[in-house]
């Protein structure tokens, strides 16, 4: 049974200046428990607006048709209140590095024992689970006593991720997450969330732009054009045998990602 079922879903925005720009076309996907999809699309193709209508979370000038179905609970029709007690607690999600959520005046580990007391651990609790969770992210538990500032940038990444991870969501969406790192940090925080994903049984939708760090991964692909899904399929097979120009297009690009043909 998919964790994440999205048929004909048609994202509309209502720009500033009046035109409708049609951000999401007529997307359908499915995703099981424990499964992996990445979405990879050049910028303005319609991938985060696809990743904030799976939580509900598509802004006031946006409308929407289709079905967008999450662990169960219908996200475009169903009330606020199971929307409420999806996020975080079912689905977390990871934002850029360059938008990360934490207060730059205290302690990492204070708040992270902040956030899971108010998800109702017990505060004793919490501090354990803290801990536990900046070990499952790599991070030494000095760390705890640092502000934001005086962590690399990948460490803050790391933060962020305990943050999504703090309630044991059964589900993880991670938009653009390695954006604004050096490259060797990116290629670690990928590592760490395909790890994190396969330790914890995680349904992973990794959003990104750099398709050859979406190689890494197993599962799906979609590739969004224009609002559209122009190609969606298992990535090894994508990878080698793209049917979209556009794809083919993108492979071309990577430095040393030679297509394999098919033997004649
Ligand atoms: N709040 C908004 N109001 C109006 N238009 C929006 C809004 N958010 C997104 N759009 C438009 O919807 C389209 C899809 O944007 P979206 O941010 O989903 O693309 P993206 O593929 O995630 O791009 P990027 O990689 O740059 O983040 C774009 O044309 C964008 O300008």
Redesign the pocket.
């Known amino acids: 049974m998919p964790v994440i079922e999205v048929e004909r879903l048609n994202v509309w925005?209502?720009?500033g200046d009046g035109r409708i720009?049609h951000?999401v076309k007529n997307a359908n996907l499915s995703l099981g428990n424990g499964g992996q999809l990445a979405i990879i699309?050049e910028?303005?193709?319609?991938?985060?607006?696809l990743l904030m209508a799976l939580l509900g979370l598509l802004?006031p000038?946006a409308s929407v048709s289709g079905r967008v179905v999450v662990n169960g609970v219908d996200v475009l029709e169903g009330p606020e209140a199971a929307l409420a007690g999806l996020r975080w607690r079912e689905v977390a999600m990871v934002f850029q590095a360059s938008s990360n959520p934490l207060s730059p005046v205290h302690m990492i580990g204070q708040q992270l024992t902040r956030l899971l007391v108010f998800h109702g651990f017990d505060p004793k609790r919490a501090k354990a689970r803290m801990r536990e969770l900046l070990d499952m992210v790599r991070l030494p538990t000095a760390c705890e006593q640092l502000y934001p500032h005086q962590l690399s940038g990948g460490m803050r990444q790391r933060v962020v991720i305990a943050f999504a991870l703090a309630c044991r969501p059964k589900i993880l969406l991670a938009d653009?997450p390695t954006t604004a790192l050096d490259p060797i940090v990116q290629a670690e925080i990928i590592e760490l969330i395909l790890a994190l994903r396969q330790s914890l049984d995680l349904a992973l939708v990794l959003v990104s732009?750099d398709l050859a760090l979406v190689g890494r991964m197993q599962g799906d692909l979609a590739v969004?054009l224009a609002g559209e899904i122009v190609e969606y399929g298992p990535v090894n097979q994508l990878m080698t045998k793209p049917t979209h120009e556009h794809l083919r297009t993108l492979l071309a690009a990577l430095p040393d990602f030679g297509l394999v043909e098919e033997p004649a």
């Not at 910028?43 to 607006?49: D, N």
């Open positions: 925005m209502q720009a720009i951000a699309g910028s303005g193709s319609g991938k985060s607006t802004p000038n653009e732009h969004m």
